[in-house]
């Protein structure tokens, strides 16, 4: 039996290596043709935004219970949602951003948080900024390659809201799309 199987085997290889060259020559092509393509890469002015006011909600005076207040990024005016806190007028305003970049060239912002906290100066207190708005999220560069976008936001002030400056910052980000 041990015979029979090597003989076997023997036959195997030699058939194999007889075929093994017919097999390799019916794979290449017949006949090789090449395409050529162009390439094209537009690189277009990096967009670029200058803040040119910050967001300021006026000045406050504190309730017992918890309020709310938004500015609104189109018409720039204040209106309390909830609370007892008495808005007192002062400076307000919508933050502003000037966007640069090319011509007729779609953008959009966004904000890096949800929220931000802003702190008393000299303190620990702090207050939410919360809903941050957009007069209008996305919009095409003018001819110039530029477009301005006006930014609000939602103020909680809290119950007894301790006395102060309150600061803070938030981050915006502007993307060609």
């Known amino acids: 039996m041990k015979n029979y199987k090597d ?5 195997t290889a030699v058939l194999l290596a007889t075929l093994l060259p017919l097999a390799i020559g019916l794979a290449s092509p017949a006949m090789a ?3 050529s393509s162009e390439v094209q890469v537009i690189i277009k002015q990096p967009v670029t935004m200058t803040k040119t006011a910050d967001l300021v909600f006026g000045d406050f005076a504190t309730g017992t219970s918890s309020s709310i207040f938004r500015i609104d990024p189109r018409s720039g005016l204040l209106s309390q949602r909830n609370g007892d806190a008495l808005a007192l007028g002062g400076t307000r305003s919508v933050a502003s951003i000037e966007v640069s970049g090319t011509a007729l ?3 959009q912002l966004s904000t890096g948080k949800r ?3 802003i702190h008393r100066d000299g303190g620990t207190e702090t207050m939410r900024i919360d809903r941050f708005r957009f007069d209008r999220r996305r919009k095409t560069l003018n001819a110039d390659g530029e477009q301005s976008f006006n930014i609000g936001g939602q103020l909680r002030v809290g ?11 938030f981050d915006v980000s502007v993307d060609y799309f």
């Open 7 to 11: 003989q076997n085997q023997g036959r």
């Open 159 to 169: 119950a007894n809201q301790q006395p102060g400056v309150y600061r803070g910052s």
């Open 115 to 117: 929220f931000i906290l």
């Open 33 to 35: 043709e090449t395409a």
């Open 105 to 107: 060239m779609r953008v």
